[in-house]
């Protein structure tokens, strides 16, 4: 998997599509999940000619450990997105983003939406939701630096990883290999701990709500692919962020939970590519032979 230096440190991503193709596709998780929750929907957009990077971020998941003095709080994983996004050259971007990746990308917006050209919200957190219950919670009982450690040794068990206080709900179908891969980093590496730490210590819904309210702004096309049997973010909540947003389109997905893309990705790929395809219409076309390379 290629990696790129940034100022706050190593990010590894993936790509696939045509190298080099106009109007890229940002992918962007939330905590403890790592890129390979959009491998589906990255590779589905591939084959109708859609170039993505789906980066993984210092969320929790993430294999190497960023640089001591790094701002790893939501608002400073924004800023890394936009240096990621630079030191790239990427230009007009669509953001795709899910569960706690979605307030990111919010804050991201309200820092610097200038090489942003479109926005894809799956189920995720807005307003004050951020995270929701249980989940803050959760994020409360790992913000210390004593309890991380037991808690995601704890979640190396299946039944407790699987439990509605961690993926059990999230996935229709938790891949236990893929859960398990996610809990390892933190749980053996005292780097990515201490990573997770200033994430969690950082989150405040109140910043959130104010990124969230200020999304009145992006009079860029958006679009909003809900999961409708989400317990936690509720296509109410995604309605509301809908209303918001000049120029939006809300497509429930029946029967789908907060990990849509990972559920659904051939539907939640199918109705981007519609979406994109009817809003930029140069990217409608045949993938040529270039088209599906994915670096891994």
Avoid: K
Wanted: charged letters at 25%; one cysteine or more; hydrophobic letters at 45%.
């Amino acid at each position: 998997m290629p990696t790129i230096d940034l100022p706050q440190g190593p990010i590894e991503y993936r790509e696939a599509g045509p190298a080099g193709a106009p109007r890229p596709v940002l992918f962007v998780h939330g905590a403890l999940v790592d890129a390979r929750l959009w491998t589906g929907v990255a590779d589905a957009l591939a084959a109708r000619g859609v170039r993505s990077i789906a980066p993984t971020l210092p969320l929790g998941s993430h294999r190497l450990p960023m640089r001591p003095d790094a701002d790893l709080a939501p608002r400073g994983i924004a800023r890394l997105l936009l240096d990621l996004i630079a030191a790239l050259d990427l230009d007009d971007v669509t953001i795709v983003a899910n569960d706690s990746g979605g307030a990111i990308s919010q804050m991201l917006l309200d820092l610097d939406a200038s090489r942003i050209g479109r926005l894809v919200l799956t189920n995720c957190d807005a307003f004050e939701t951020f995270p929701p219950f249980p989940f803050n919670v959760v994020f409360h009982l790992m913000a210390s630096r004593w309890r991380m450690r037991p808690l995601l040794a704890a979640m190396r068990a299946r039944p407790l990883r699987h439990s509605p206080l961690a993926f059990g709900m999230l996935s229709e179908r938790p891949d236990p290999a893929l859960t398990r891969s996610w809990i390892e980093p933190g749980a053996t590496d005292p780097g990515i701990r201490a990573d997770t730490l200033r994430l969690l210590r950082g989150v405040r819904p109140a910043e959130l709500r104010v990124a969230t309210e200020r999304l009145v702004r992006f009079d860029r096309p958006a679009l909003l692919v809900w999961g409708d049997a989400d317990r936690f973010f509720t296509p109410e909540l995604g309605r509301r962020v809908a209303a918001l947003l000049p120029d939006s389109r809300f497509v429930p997905i029946p029967g789908g939970r907060t990990f849509v893309a990972l559920d659904r990705p051939e539907e939640v790929a199918r109705t981007i590519a519609d979406w994109l395809e009817e809003r930029s219409p140069v990217l409608a076309g045949t993938a040529g032979p270039d088209a599906a390379p994915a670096t891994a």
